[in-house]
């Protein structure tokens, strides 16, 4: 064999060599081990929070209002994150009035990026829907309350989120419970406005 042949080999294996321990061990591939650390930290970075920001319904006419939803998603991480998909229902006096979804789930490459939402490290991102509500869905007292002003909603759903950092991607679903108003905000309630 040539020795030119046997240099190129040698600097070609230990380059390979090379890059394969700084992906295992550089990325912390294994265990959350981190390089230059004897011990093993666990991957902890807490996921994207997602609370209600505002329901605010407009009444169309004495049979149909709408219904919008705005929600607050906040990146606790340094690291941006995505929020795929929010899928939610609204209740009022235990009966659903509307349901909606925000957002679309990735699935795959192919997927469009249209409806994902990024959320960079320690910022936030405000996400709002609008939906029908028709009289029919609803039982007298409770359209009673959402004409008034006074009704209680209580949103239920769940939201799907990825967390990239370096080489790796986390991804999850959380449900999620809300009131709204909460109950210190309940005092502050306003009349329904009328779309014009």
Do not use: C
Not at 56 to 73: G, L, Y
Not at 128 to 145: G, Y
Not at 153 to 158: A, I, P
Request: no cysteine; aromatic share 8%; glycine share 10%.
């Amino acid at each position: 064999m040539n020795t030119k042949t046997a240099v190129y080999a040698a600097g070609g294996g230990l380059a390979a060599f090379a890059i394969v321990v700084y992906v295992i061990f550089g990325t912390g591939m294994f265990g959350g081990v981190q390089s230059g650390s004897n011990q093993s930290v666990p991957n902890m970075t807490p996921p994207i929070t997602l609370s209600i920001k505002d329901v605010v319904p407009t009444q169309i006419n004495n049979r149909t209002a709408t219904i919008e939803v705005a929600f607050d998603a906040h990146n606790p991480n340094q690291g941006t994150a995505i929020l795929e998909a929010i899928q939610y229902n609204v209740l009022v006096d235990g009966k659903r009035i509307a349901s909606g979804s925000i957002g679309n789930r990735l699935e795959g490459f192919l997927t469009s990026s249209a409806d994902i939402y990024p959320v960079i490290g320690g910022g936030s991102v405000i996400l709002k829907d609008k939906q029908i509500v028709e009289k029919i869905n609803s039982t007298p007292n409770a359209w009673t309350k959402i004409k008034e002003g006074k009704a209680s909603y209580l949103v239920t759903g769940t939201y799907s989120y990825k967390e990239l950092s370096g080489l790796q991607a986390n991804s999850g679903d959380r449900d999620f419970k809300f009131v709204f108003p909460s109950a210190q905000n309940h005092n502050n309630e306003s009349n329904i406005s009328k779309a014009t």
